[in-house]
Every structure is written in C-alpha cells, then in structure tokens.
Nanobody, 129 residues
Framework: QVQLVESGGGLVQAGGSLRLSCTAS????????MGWFRQAPGKEREFVAV????????YYTDSVKGRFTISRDNAKNTVYLQMNNLNAEDTAIYYC??????????????????????WGAGTLVTVSS
C-alpha cells in the first residue's frame, strides 16, 4: 500500500508562485510514474502534469505549459510541482497520484481519467486576483 501526502498549498496573489510537494510511503516509489491533478470548484478533476520513473519523460496539460514544472527526488520519495505565474484559473485542490504500472507514464490514460492507483488527500491552492 502506498500513501501520498501533499503539502505546500495556500493563498497566493495572481502572478505569484508556489511549490507543491508530495511524499510517498513504500519501497517502490522510484519505479512509479507520478502525477498531479486538480479539481476546481464546480468542475471535474483534470490532469495537470506527470513525470516518469526515470525523471526524463514529462507531460503537461496545455494550460500550464511554460508555467508549471514537475520534478522528483527518488531518494526522498518526493515529487514536486513548481507553479509560477499563477492566475485565478489555477485555483483548485491539487492531488498527487501514483501509477504503479511499469513502462509509463501513460499520458493518454491520465487524460481520460484513469491509470492512477494511489491518490493523496489533496492540498488547496487559492489564487487571488
């Protein structure tokens, strides 16, 4: 069983930055694809970014490209989401998730809303305009 705990959310002004962290329990973190998703008020949860086990393959949803950066530190069992130039549309609960399948990340699966085996409880990001 894998447990994911997010941190780093909060209130920030438009144009500001935040860095989210997600720390995982368990021995196999280094082989999992790790992703970030978000759910804004009144909307469905959506894919934000994913990073493969080898820290090479990354994918982003179009609305965050050039502003958000996903990274990981396998020695610390932690994945990060650096968010710059935030705007009001980024306000959401951000969830960390893990895909235990080898050979990933399976980007198309995440866009369709499946593929992740483990989820964190989420951390709230509020961007004031």
């Amino acid at each position: 069983q894998v447990q994911l705990v997010e941190s780093g959310g909060g209130l920030v002004q438009a144009g500001g930055s935040l860095r989210l962290s997600c720390t995982a329990s368990g021995r196999f973190f280094s082989i999992y694809s790790m992703g970030w998703f978000r759910q804004a008020p009144g909307k469905e949860r959506e894919f934000v970014a994913v990073i493969g086990w080898n820290d090479v393959n990354t994918y982003y949803t179009d609305s965050v490209k050039g502003r958000f950066t996903i990274s990981r530190d396998n020695a610390k069992n932690t994945v990060y989401l650096q968010m710059n130039n935030l705007n009001a549309e980024d306000t959401a609960i951000y969830y960390c998730a893990a895909d235990s399948r080898t050979g990933g990340p399976y980007y198309s699966d995440y866009l369709l809303g499946y593929g992740m085996d483990y989820w964190g409880a989420g951390t709230l990001v509020t961007v004031s305009s």
